[in-house]
């Protein structure tokens, strides 16, 4: 085994630099030996080449004989790590040398695992737990670093970069603080920060923020201000966008710059809101007398945006957070209640029905809930809302729709078009101005994006008020008519509208209201204006549900007359045209169009005769990409799958739909289900009840006989019931799959199946034939090339090792599971080597180191918002304080752990080993603290919401 420079030592080198050993700080006095010790520890476990160490020495020129002289000092550094040559952590390579530091060793390395973590927890919406890993990552700072280090080099070039990554984690800390509403307790880090780096835009549109929020809107105009003045005179530049934006929010008192609360899902404003005064006000005051307001209205209105700025003025009311479903990608009424509880972030993985679930969470609370277009689920919405209305009496439900639900007691508010100028010829002197009219101001605001130089004149306002007049007020229609102020005139695109609406008059005048004609006539005036190419492509994109990627697109819609390098052309002339919604967060841009827009471009699809084929495409595409994800699972992309697959759950279902809908097509339905479930993505993202849906679904429209494809769907329903801690559907479908592999030559049935008769044996027996049969189900996995399967096999059968078999049976296991895991590279399969690991030594070793286990693996699977793993992991890590003898701890972390389950659905009755577990510590620790103390104990972890914290307790 090759040493590192861990075993007693210590590197400090963020902040003056220090070596300990064993605690004790070790004088280097050479200047030149620490220069070298430095120049290696910045690049731990890295070959630095011998011309960087002795341009950090010695500068540009160095003496003659310095290679002779750095060997020298390498004696010396090995002589300090108490080592010989390269039998020590000091080597010697071909271009240089490399020093090896355990990670835990040198504060650099653990700035840098600190905040990379904390990276992930931001991304996956854990704030609490990115603000304490960045906290504990900028504790590792004692001061400025290499002062104290005689290297100009590494004080002019490295010096400064380690600098400004401590400013990004300092300004990462912040942010986190701000979503969790401490704005207060950042104001006076901020204005140290602003007046330290007055040129970091970013530490001023933060103190502007956070001054805002405490209400102090005047303080953060005259921030912006000051910053604008610092910049003219140090740069001779104006504040950038960012800047720029938050100060016209602030202006605008846009409602959603203000601290949200403790919860709920309302996205930002992206752009100002105008007028509608008078209805926020109606509607204001008709939430707070009747449980169920609907906004209704045509199309492209601007029912969503009344809504979200609605919700946003009156999310003090409901402390229990306002929450936003958003419809329009779903296609499957039976999906509703589980697209309602994904929003509002519930996590339960039980077989109860999602209503029921809905409910029980929903009770005791004070809670909007905004249901966003509602008009193609009509029915199944007024009937879920009528359930949850009577059962919980602290809801209030705010739904937009092109018609009413009908349900009792709603009240209906028609959402009117915006305010326009008389359609007489106004006059300067008698009229009040164009801007007081809502339909103008709009126009202005939004050409002022694509047509910088367009202004109302008393030349041009007769012109701009007709325009208005004649797109009838309608949002929409407004804003798709500004974005051409760019390239036309206001008389010239009047001009073509005259013509576009005297065709559709002459067509359906009889039949269709006046404000539809009004947005489908610009709607497809702006068609007209497009290319060819554009129509074409924006006809595709609509088979794209909740937005997609440039690589979906070009997938997709390419071919057939758009050449597949011209996609990315095509898609930014529309979403300059206002056709495509660009949006771009975690490195990767996704476009989206407005539904008014994306259904337009359904009809043309459906005109065009090509619906059903690029519909299937985009199933193939989805197909690709799933089966891409299930073979890289427990690889080093497992978590970046998983969010990207998070992210495409409305293309998923979208192509799950067009499978069980189109005949002939289910068979590809199952193998994205099978696929989706072989990456654990339902129970990452607590959709393992939508799983079994989809499995169900396909299974039912399968054609007969049955095929491997379709026994193992059928074993991992069995899989899915089996986790749910439905023992009879498990038991159901198992029994139906030992059926259907009776008919196969001996050792040929899938390894699916084998995998689920051993887990089977294993949670609901306790029998120790799980063993063999898991070993089993490994080997055939590995044997298919299923690598991902083969782990999870290799999980449970070290699960079953541990808590079925010897010690020597036990160990041996997880030493095979935690080289698994360590080949694979993957993040979450090392979290569950781990636990495993843990498990075998609670079983049959050392409980302390455990516990240490077991608390490493839960940080880990927090790293990557695993919603399945840490109810696991922390009733173990429950039994296992129990074992060390903190009861109270422990009655503090099985409390945690109730919740957690009660959370995700998940019940340990029907799972033996790990319920036999569990109910001995519950015994030893009520047994131990008595009745009351063990109550209060259990109560207070039940209560604990910073479940780190409580994690992390020292030992």
């Known amino acids: 085994m090759v040493e590192t420079a861990g075993s007693g030592f210590e590197f400090r080198v963020l902040g003056p630099f220090e070596v300990l050993r064993d605690g004790v700080p070790v004088p280097i006095r050479a200047a030149k030996l620490r220069t070298l010790l430095v120049s290696l520890l910045l690049d731990a476990n890295r070959t630095v080449p011998v011309e960087t160490l002795m341009d950090h020495l010695w500068g540009e020129v160095p003496p003659r004989g310095a290679r002779n002289t750095l060997q020298n000092y390498v004696l010396r550094c090995r002589h300090l790590l108490g080592c010989a040559g390269d039998d020590g952590p000091l080597l010697t390579c071909p271009r240089g040398y490399l020093l090896r530091v355990d990670g835990d060793r040198l504060d650099l390395h653990r700035f840098d695992t600190l905040t990379g973590r904390a990276r992930a927890a931001a991304a996956a919406g854990s704030m609490k737990a990115a603000s304490a890993l960045l906290a504990e990552a900028l504790r590792s700072w004692r001061g400025e670093p290499l002062q104290d280090i ?22 990462s800390r912040i942010e986190a603080d701000l979503a969790l509403d401490r704005h207060e307790e950042v104001l006076t880090e901020l204005r140290r920060l602003t007046a330290a780096h007055p040129l970091r835009e970013r530490f001023w549109a933060q103190r502007m923020l956070a001054l805002y929020r405490s209400g102090r809107q005047a303080e953060a105009l005259r921030c912006h201000h000051s910053v604008r003045e610092i910049l ?500 159901e479908f198992l029994t139906r799959c030992r059926r259907l592999t009776s008919r196969f030559p001996d050792g040929n049935a899938p390894a699916t199946v084998t995998y689920v008769e051993g887990a089977h044996v294993l949670l609901i027996h306790g029998d120790p034939r799980s063993i063999p049969l898991l070993a089993r189900a490994r080997d055939r996995f590995l044997a298919d090339g299923a690598t991902g399967d083969a782990h999870m096999a290799t999980m449970l059968w070290a699960m079953a090792c541990a808590f079925l078999g010897d010690r020597d049976t036990a160990v041996a296991a997880g030493d095979a599971y935690l080289a698994d895991a360590e080949a694979l590279g993957g993040a979450w399969a090392y979290s569950w080597a781990l636990w495993g690991l843990g498990l075998a030594e609670l079983r049959h070793g050392d409980p302390v180191r455990a516990a240490a286990l077991f608390r490493d693996s839960l940080r880990r699977q927090y790293d990557i918002d695993d919603r399945w793993g840490p109810v696991w992991g922390l009733e173990a890590l429950a039994w296992t304080i129990a074992a060390t003898g903190r009861h109270d701890h422990a009655a503090e972390l099985l409390g945690a752990a109730h919740r957690l389950r009660r959370t995700t659905g998940v019940a340990l009755i029907g799972l033996r080993p790990f319920h036999d577990a569990h109910a001995e510590a519950d015994h030893l620790v009520r047994h131990a603290l008595g009745t009351r103390a063990y109550t209060a104990a259990f109560e207070r972890g039940a209560r604990r919401e910073n479940v780190i914290g409580l994690i992390c307790a020292p030992p």
């Open 232 to 731: 003219a005179e140090e740069l001779g530049v104006d504040p950038g966008a960012e800047l720029r934006e938050l100060h016209q929010r602030i202006l605008n008192n846009d409602p959603a710059l203000t601290a949200k609360g403790p919860s709920g899902n309302l996205p930002s404003e992206m752009t100002t809101f105008v007028g509608r005064e008078r209805q926020l006000a109606d509607a204001g005051r008709r939430l707070e007398t009747s449980r169920l307001v609907t906004l209704t209205g045509v199309g492209g209105v601007g029912k969503t945006r009344l809504a979200l700025r609605l919700a946003a003025q009156v999310s003090p009311a409901f402390p229990d957070g306002v929450w936003i479903a958003d419809l329009a990608p779903l296609t499957e009424p039976g999906l509703l209640d589980r697209t309602v509880a994904q929003a509002l972030g519930i996590r339960d993985q039980s077989a109860r029905p999602c209503v029921d679930i809905l409910i029980e969470r929903l009770r005791d609370s004070r809670t909007l809930l905004v249901l966003d277009n509602c008009e193609h689920m009509v029915r199944a919405a007024a009937t879920l809302v009528t359930v949850l209305l009577r059962a919980v009496p602290g809801l209030r439900v705010l739904a937009t729709s092109r018609q009413r639900l009908g349900v009792q007691g709603e009240h209906v508010l028609a959402v009117p078009p915006l305010a326009v100028p008389p359609t007489t010829s106004p006059s300067e002197e008698t009229e009040p101005p164009l801007t007081c009219y809502e339909a103008v101001t709009l126009l202005a605001d939004r050409a002022a994006a694509s047509a910088p130089d367009f202004r109302i004149t008393r030349h041009n306002r007769g012109v701009v008020a007709q325009l208005c007049g004649r797109l009838d007020g309608v949002p929409l229609a407004i804003e798709l008519a500004a974005v051409r102020l760019g390239t036309l005139s206001a008389e010239e695109i009047l001009d073509r509208l005259d013509d576009r609406f005297r065709l559709l008059a002459d067509n359906d005048a009889q039949n269709t209201p006046r404000h539809h004609r009004t947005l489908g006539g610009v709607v497809g005036w702006s068609h007209d204006l497009c290319t060819e190419h554009e129509r074409l492509l924006w006809a595709r994109l609509s088979v794209f549900s909740g937005g997609f990627d440039l690589e979906a697109a070009e997938s997709v819609c390419s071919g057939a007359g758009i050449d597949r390098h011209d996609v990315i052309d095509v898609l930014a002339s529309l979403a300059h045209k206002s056709i495509l919604v660009v949006s771009t967060r975690g490195g990767r841009t996704r476009y989206s169009l407005l539904e008014t827009i994306r259904q337009y471009g359904k009809q043309r699809l459906v005109d065009l005769g090509q619906e059903t084929a690029v519909r299937r495409r985009h199933r193939d595409h989805y197909r690709s990409t799933v089966a891409r994800a299930a073979a890289d699972w427990c690889g080093p992309r497992e978590v970046e799958w998983l969010s990207r697959l998070r992210q495409e759950l409305p293309n998923l279902r979208a192509a799950l739909d067009f499978c069980v809908t189109e005949p002939g097509e289910a068979r590809s339905g199952l193998e994205i289900t099978a696929n989706l479930t072989r990456t654990r993505f339902w129970f990452f993202s607590s959709t393992i009840g939508e799983g079994r849906h989809w499995l169900e679904r396909g299974l039912a429209l399968s054609p007969r006989p049955p095929d491997p494809l379709q026994i193992g769907a059928v074993a991992l329903v069995a899989w899915i019931a089996l986790c749910q801690g439905d023992r009879r559907g498990a038991e």
């Open 150 to 171: 005689p290297s100009e080099t590494l004080r002019r070039e490295v010096a400064p970069v380690l600098a400004e990554r401590r400013l990004d984690a300092l300004q």
